[in-house]
């Protein structure tokens, strides 16, 4: 594998595409994925385009529960979810 950053946006690699399943796939380099924006669980669309293939982000990432989890902060986010005592007219 040959990577060779140009500046800080552009990263070339020649890679080889290899068997996955009964598919193929590319394993994008840190180096590729960090310069294009790219994290794990991030939605792409492929496009087939005269001369090769084209990917393009087509969302944000899904976070797990765990990151989802990790990323909770009470006091950001509102702390208790239900009020320890009566706020209105509820009836218990």
């Given at each position: 594998?040959n990577?060779?950053a140009?500046?800080?946006?552009?990263?070339?690699?020649?890679?080889?595409?290899?068997?996955?399943?009964?598919?193929?796939?590319?394993?994008?380099?840190?180096?590729?994925?960090?310069?294009?924006?790219?994290?794990?669980?991030?939605?792409?669309?492929?496009?087939?385009?005269e001369?090769?293939?084209?990917?393009?982000?087509?969302?944000?990432?899904?976070?797990?529960?765990?990151?989802?989890?990790?990323?909770?902060?009470?006091?950001?986010?509102?702390?208790?979810?239900?009020?320890?005592?009566?706020?209105?007219?509820?009836?218990?």
């Open positions: 594998m990577e060779k140009m500046s800080s946006d552009h990263v070339k690699a020649e890679q080889t595409i290899q068997e996955w399943g009964n598919g193929l796939a590319v394993r994008l380099t840190a180096p590729v994925a960090r310069a294009a924006r790219l994290a794990r669980g991030m939605p792409i669309t492929v496009e087939v385009v001369g090769g293939i084209f990917l393009r982000v087509a969302g944000e990432a899904k976070l797990s529960l765990a990151q989802k989890l990790k990323a909770f902060e009470p006091s950001r986010h509102g702390g208790e979810a239900m009020a320890a005592e009566r706020l209105g007219a509820e009836l218990f």
